[in-house]
């Protein structure tokens, strides 16, 4: 699968929650929506570095945890490409991926 396979997917799913939680996604909902994930993914990190509250949750749940709360940046970061029209994966080769030549 590739990138745009996934934003495709993401989209359909962003479009399923938005439609079943009532949510307006104007402008800058996508933004703002990508700092609260950023949050919890944070605060996932400082309870796994023993930095944060763990009520009772096993490490290797939290580990699950932050890796769902990385997809959950991911996939927002591939809603705002989407909104804004931007092929993610030419940016990468752009401003990433010209360092490999
Ligand atoms: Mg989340």
Not at 40 to 52: A, H, K, M, V
Not at 54 to 77: C, M, T, Y
Request: hydrophobic share 40%; glycine share 4%.
């Amino acid at each position: 699968m590739d990138i745009k396979d996934i934003q495709n997917k993401v989209v359909k799913v962003s479009d399923i929650y938005a439609k079943k939680c009532n949510i307006n996604r104007d402008d800058d909902w996508y933004i703002l929506k990508l700092q609260e994930e950023i949050g919890e993914l944070t605060q996932i990190y400082l309870s796994e570095s023993s930095r944060g509250r763990n009520v009772g949750v096993v490490p290797e749940q939290l580990k699950q945890e932050f890796a769902n709360e990385l997809s959950d940046v991911i996939g927002q970061v591939l809603l705002i490409a989407n909104h804004h029209n931007i092929d993610i994966e030419e940016a990468l080769e752009r401003k990433w991926f010209r360092y490999l030549v």
